[in-house]
């Protein structure tokens, strides 16, 4: 029996976190957690250090810190806690550490991920946004330090399981059609709102924009999924991860969500991947990679899937799409402008400042308004992002209720 993989999960008590906990449970004799990190939900984190007992748990900022530590003062738990981001940082280059689960959500994720990169670690990106904020500067430095890059999300952890082994275990510089690939088929469920009538999507509300009807995610992620701007970023990923073009990927609406994506190959065959819509299915997947684990995932009974249905997206129900599919043919600054806005506009929806159909006007006229220029370094996109964020901002207060 080889020795456990050491694990630091960054996100660990969001539902990418927690699935991978539960995997890693599943499956103790072959996985050991060594960090756990979070925001600021404090109580759920004591939960996990006690359950899991991780060498080390890291919080966002010294106030949540303490509130973990005051939860674990009179326990057995042994933890040492720490905070800030570059704690993070630090663990994901630790080196005992052999895998980083990255899911924390949104822009927060980008500098960790990359720590564990530059450490020549095998990354588990469940964080989209580091490689729309930062595509061609994060896959140089997978390439330079010889890190293995694994995707977690469904679709892009499907469509790595129906490449040839060849494009599996490329580094990203090799072609698609030398292998035969003509086309990416990316799934999406079309959201809540696919057959609503569109006339009404201005009223719709934070209740209903959040309940997905297949996924259980969080907040941010299920608002971008009733948008499409989640597919929109999938669709950006997808270009970094499989090393192709805007021209080489196609979206397709696919509201049951089993199959999660296929690949197109010049034969005329089309490989797909499906499942039951459950993230420790991809989680497993990548955690045991090339091998195969229980994930704790129910196989699908086709007897009992009554319908399986696909159709294009339609753009005037989902201008985000279109909009991150312009951004993506355009380059990294129009990419990383858009998760910003993004960032920005769905932060006030959910916080009842804005109405649904305005996410999409911040994120149009921010990319209109914010002069993209030459994004070539860490600091550059981080310039771009933090432009993008006050931009954003500043078109809040016109469309705030």
Partial sequence: MSEKQNLVVLGATGSIGLSTLDVVKRNSELFNV??????????????LCIEHEPLYAVMANQAAAEQLSAHLNGTSCQTLVMHSVQAMS????????DTVMSAIVGAAGLLPTLSAVEAGKKV??????SLVMSGQLFID???KHNATLLPIDSEHNAIFQCLPASLQNAHADQQ???HGVSKILLTGSGGPFLTRDINTLKNVTVSEAVAHPNWSMGQKISVDSATMMNKGLEFIEAKW???CQASDIEVVIHPQSIIHSMVAYHDGSILAQMGNPDMRTPIAHALSYPKRINAGVKALNFAEISDFSFTKPDFARYPNLQLAIDACDAGQGATTTVNAANE???AAFLQGKIAFTDIYSINAKTLDSTPVNAVNS???ILACDKAARLCATQLLAKVSH
Wanted: aromatic share 4%.
């Fill in 344 to 346: 920005v506009a769905v």
């Fill in 34 to 47: 060594f960090a756990l990190t979070a925001g600021q939900n404090a109580k759920k984190m004591a939960e």
């Fill in 378 to 380: 860490l600091d550059d």
């Fill in 241 to 243: 991860l499989f090393n």
């Fill in 176 to 178: 698609l059609e030398e």
């Fill in 90 to 97: 630090d663990l994901c280059a630790h080196p005992d550490v």
């Fill in 124 to 129: 588990l990106l469940a964080n989209k946004e």
């Fill in 141 to 143: 430095k997978v390439k």
